[in-house]
Structures are given as C-alpha cells and as structure tokens.
C-alpha cells in the first residue's frame, strides 16, 4: 500500500497525481494516509516555505518510508523522469476534498460546483522556467531558464472542457498567442493558475486573451515598485481588450517595500478599478499592520474604509500605544 499526502495544496497536486497512476500501473493500491494504517511508502507534497514545520514532524513520525517533495520542502528535488511523464490521476481527488480546502465567500452549492470543476479539469504544464530572475523566486532556481513542454492537447481531461496551466510565465512563450488560439478554438476554459506577466502584455496578447473563456479572474501581480512604469504600461494594453473588473492583480508585501509603497500600489489599482490582493512574503505572520493590512485589502474592506477606520488595525495600534510599525 502507498500512502499520499497532500500537506498544504488547495488544488490537486499534480506530482501527487502522477505518483498515483505510475503506482496503480504497477498494481499497487493507492490511498491517501489514514491514521492507523501501515504503508510500504508514503509520499508527501509541500507547495509553501511555512508548511516546512509541517513536513519535519511528518519525517520524524514516519521515518525512512516517508519521502517529502516540492517547494515548500527541497527546491532541487524533482519526480523522477518515468513518473513526471506519467499523465494525472484525475481519480485521486474527490469533489469533497477540493471542497474541503477551497475559500472564498460563496454558498454550499457553488462551492461544490466549482470543486467538482476543478476535480474534472485537465491539469499541467505548457512550458516550465521564466525569463525572469525575480530574486524572492524559486521558479529559476528549481526550473531554470524557460522551455516548452506539454501540448494543449495533452493536459485535456476528457472528463470536461476545462484546463489548468500552472505555467510560471506564459506571457513569455513566445507560443502564447497560438496556445490561447488553440483553447479558443476547442472550446476551452482556462485558469491560468500562476498569472500572466503583464510586463510583456501587447494587444495581440491581450487580444488573445479576451477570445478565450477564464475560469476565474485575469491576474496578474506588481511585485516591486521598480517595475511601476512597466506594469502600469501593461495594464493600460490589457485594458484596452479587458474589462478591470475581470482582472485581478496580486501585491507582494513584505519583501522590500514600504508600508507607504504596499498602500500606494492598492490606491492606484482601486484607481484602475482592478482587485488587488495582497501576497504576503513567505506568508510573514510577525508584522501585526502587514497581517491587519491583508486582512483589509484581501477582504474587500478597502472599500467600505480606510485603513485607519478599519476596526481591527485601530484595535491593534491601541493596545500597542501606537507603537506598532
């Protein structure tokens, strides 16, 4: 018996799944780990940096059975070439289970409709690598330079007409424009799960991308206030073709900015009339304003208030006497 576990993925692993269907191949039963249970192996995925915790107390319970991979816990580590050219195990994961990990404010009905979607779409990779060097990014260290991989036609689940790309930087492929094309033409809708480089928007892109059909929102992110002037250049393209309120566009905060340039960035998006969404830096927790300016941009308070209004940032700076930064 091997044994799975996902320790901090709100969608289904893909390396996970791939590690299902070369195991069943060999006629081996598959299962996520249940206490009680003893297994040959067990196999554990970690996506985030602050789960690392997580997966030591999962080594130290299991030992020399357990092996632990992804982001969150070895950079370096990769699957195995015969079991990263298996396809996914679209069987692994249950609706339930998505449901379990999802977020966001919605009924108990459409939560499970968009949990049975994501259970029946198509998952994977068009190209791997960025053309960045982005230095709060793994991407370049654990994939290197940019490169193609699969086809669209091969990440398709027959189950449905849904895809998730999780390429790192598809506005970069210089086969972006013929992808988008080919997920139009089929009929296909589309999470581009890891955001879009808006640096490099173009109106053939951004053309492109307003002829297919998204799952979810258009995102993109303003991760430095260096880049000011590019991104917002890329934003004026893409508006021309989309409209903002089927964009959104992610704030990393907490790497080398100011409180002031975090606050500057989600003004001139509100501007735009574009979501943001704070990325908070390896999910930083010790920054008390951080964590309450999240919970206020993330939570749409941003607009019902100010900052300063906002009851738990007012409750906090007084317990502290205004002290805190």
């Not at 070895?74 to 195995?80: G, R, Y």
């Not at 704070?278 to 010790?286: A, L, R």
């Amino acid at each position: 018996m091997i044994g799975l576990i996902d320790v901090d993925g709100r969608l289904p692993n893909l390396a996970l799944m791939k590690i299902s269907t070369y195991y069943k191949a060999l006629g081996e039963q598959i299962e996520f780990v249940q206490d009680g249970k003893t297994y040959e192996k067990i196999y554990a995925s970690s996506l985030f940096t602050m789960s690392r915790s997580i997966c030591e107390k999962l080594q130290a319970q299991y030992g020399g059975i357990i092996e632990i991979g992804g982001t969150g816990w070895d950079i370096e580590k990769c699957l195995p070439a015969e079991i990263d050219r298996c396809k996914p195990d679209y069987d692994l994961y249950t609706p339930e289970m998505v449901y379990k990990k999802m977020r966001g404010i919605m009924t108990r009905e459409r939560k499970m409709e968009k949990a049975v979607q994501i259970c029946n779409a198509g998952i994977g990779f068009t190209s791997r690598g960025c053309v960045r060097k982005c230095p709060f990014c793994f991407v370049p260290k654990k994939e290197g330079g940019f490169r193609h991989d699969q086809e669209i036609r091969d990440i398709i689940n027959p189950r449905s007409n849904v895809i998730i790309l999780h390429d790192n930087n598809i506005t970069a492929d210089p086969d972006v424009i013929e992808k988008l094309h080919e997920i139009r033409d089929r009929g296909l809708i589309v999470d581009i799960n890891q955001g879009c480089d808006v640096r490099l928007m173009t109106p053939e892109i951004a053309q492109a991308m307003k002829e297919v059909r998204h799952m979810r929102s258009l995102h993109f992110a303003w991760d430095l206030m260096c880049y000011e002037k590019q991104v917002l250049e890329g934003i004026k393209v893409l508006l021309q073709y989309v409209r903002p309120y089927k964009c959104m566009c992610f704030v990393l905060c907490g790497f080398n900015t100011s409180f002031e340039e975090d606050m500057y960035r989600i003004q001139k998006l509100k501007e735009l009339h574009i979501k943001p969404y704070v990325m908070k830096y390896n999910e930083k927790t010790d920054d008390v304003r951080l964590n309450c300016f999240d919970r206020w941009v993330n939570g749409n308070f941003y607009k019902k208030c100010s900052f300063d209004e906002y009851e738990p940032w007012v409750k906090a700076a007084c317990m502290s006497g205004g002290g805190i930064s």
